[in-house]
């Protein structure tokens, strides 16, 4: 839920004429390499939202589980 909370937060900084939580992200979106990609971002943030609202019903998660294993993830990636 929090990832949901900061994607709206990071696309509605990108209608501000001057961004109050990411300072970059116009330069970031306007780049030729991430203007596309960050279209398809902010275009799929409906579909993101329901489904998020589809796994709070449903879906059980032990989070100290995820945790532990998130981070062995990344310390398996950071090598």
Do not use: Q, W
Not at 22 to 39: E, G, L, Q, Y
Not at 40 to 63: H, W
């Amino acid at each position: 839920m929090n990832l949901l909370k900061f994607c709206n937060i990071i696309i509605k900084d990108t209608y501000k004429t001057v961004p109050e939580n990411v300072h970059n992200i116009t330069a970031m979106i306007n780049s030729t390499k991430n203007k596309d990609r960050f279209a398809a971002f902010a275009n799929g943030m409906e579909n993101f939202e329901k489904m998020i609202e589809l796994l709070k019903r449903y879906v059980v998660i032990d989070i100290s589980e995820l945790n532990e294993k998130a981070g062995k993830n990344y310390e398996t990636h950071s090598k």
